[in-house]
């Protein structure tokens, strides 16, 4: 057993402090009653597609299957919200929308670093006895368990992550270490009697408050998804071209949320609110160039414009038809597909406006 200074993780806050981590919080390893409730959630099929999720499941569920010697977890959390408008507030037919995470530098890159010096910093104070392996996202660690567990928030109804004074619009990172470092308490609850988020989602994804069905979530279906959009959540998706924050907009905690101080995660220029027919012109060559070490870039071209079809159609703007009619004859079935979907919902909204116009002219005699 290593001996552990009392102030180690007082210095080791500060220093994660200085390198720009708002959030931080220490977890024990125990085997929590949130790590039963995740194989439940893949055998029922919310996981949609996303294999990955099902792999090393005995390192998911047990941290001592990845570091045998761990004792806590080192969580932090990095803010990315910027004081850009809320999706919901965006209401120019012409423009999608990118989740505001996807606006800057891809997280993994900045949160890795952050944690690569924590690690470093660890290494150098306890010396050769030290043993410390870090994730952003792609190791198989249950991370939202753990940052519960490390005070950083709670599960709100949303399955976000809340914190009581940031809000929820931050990243998550988390360092496994051999060193019995003073642990955190989870926050309580806070969502009360509050479901906006439930009320206000667009593809209906929540199975009950606390469990979202990802295989109907508008991230999922605009970003991990290859192939087409079913077509019952088409309409749904609205505007969206990438993620989808709506069950976060509508959050009363992030009424006040904090605004980052993470330079990497500023807004790119045209990140926010896009203009549709612009990133209708995107080559694939375009798209690496425009994504580059962005998250979005993990949609590829082909669901990228697979999406940009979808939002063009349900814009109701009569004169996207003409790019989306371009897409009718693609080499890529999914693209022709979509094309032609959107290209009939583009000309239905049409007839049924026009219909408007003669009712309400009508009526103007009567
Ligand atoms: S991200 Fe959007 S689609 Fe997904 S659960 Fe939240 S509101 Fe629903
Ligand atoms: S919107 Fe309400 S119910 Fe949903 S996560 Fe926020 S506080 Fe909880």
Redo the contacts with the bound molecule.
Sequence with gaps: MITVSASLKKELQEFARAHGCELFGIAPVALFDELEFYPKWLSAGYAGNMDYLHRQLPKRLDARQILPEVKSVIVIGVIYHTPQPLSLEIRDPERGWISRYAWGDDYHDVLLRKLEALDGFLRTRVGAEYQGKFYVDTGPVLDRVFAKYAGIGWF?????L?NQKLG?WFFIGELLTNLALEIDAPPP????T?????D?CPTDAFVA?YVLDASRCISYLTIELRGVIPDELRAPLGNHLFGCDI??D?????RKAAVTETPEFLPRPNAVAPRLSELAELSEEDFRQRFKNSPVKRAKWRGFMRNVLVALGNSGERAFLEIVKRFMDHSDPMLAETARWAAQRLQTAEEEKREQENVAFSHEFV
């Excluded at 709100?156 to 976000?160: D, E, F, Q, R, W």
């Excluded at 609850?189 to 009360?192: K, L, M, Q, S, W």
Aim: with cysteine; aromatic share 4%.
């Design positions: 709100g109804k949303n399955t976000n809340i929820s609850d806070r969502c009360g509050c479901q906006r988020c439930l206000a408050p069950c976060q509508v959050c009363p905690w992030n």
